[in-house]
């Protein structure tokens, strides 16, 4: 499990976010991910996001 601070300026503790169900979603996006490797993070951003709504 990956920790993502909410923003660069937010004192918030990070959320924990699952890479193998990011990328899943990402796919399911059409987004281009890798399979290994560091996330985007507009990829993971665009996840959090998607989640709220």
């Given at each position: 499990?990956?920790?993502v601070?909410?923003?660069?300026?937010?004192?918030?503790?990070?959320?924990?976010?699952?890479?193998?169900?990011?990328?899943?979603?990402?796919?399911?996006?059409?987004?281009?991910?890798?399979?290994?490797?560091?996330?985007?993070?507009?990829?993971?951003?665009?996840?959090?996001?998607?989640?709220?709504?």
């Amino acid at each position: 499990m990956i920790l993502v601070p909410h923003s660069i300026e937010s004192n918030r503790i990070p959320v924990p976010i699952d890479p193998v169900s990011v990328r899943a979603w990402a796919c399911s996006q059409g987004l281009d991910v890798a399979d290994r490797g560091r996330m985007p993070s507009a990829v993971v951003k665009a996840r959090q996001a998607a989640q709220r709504e």
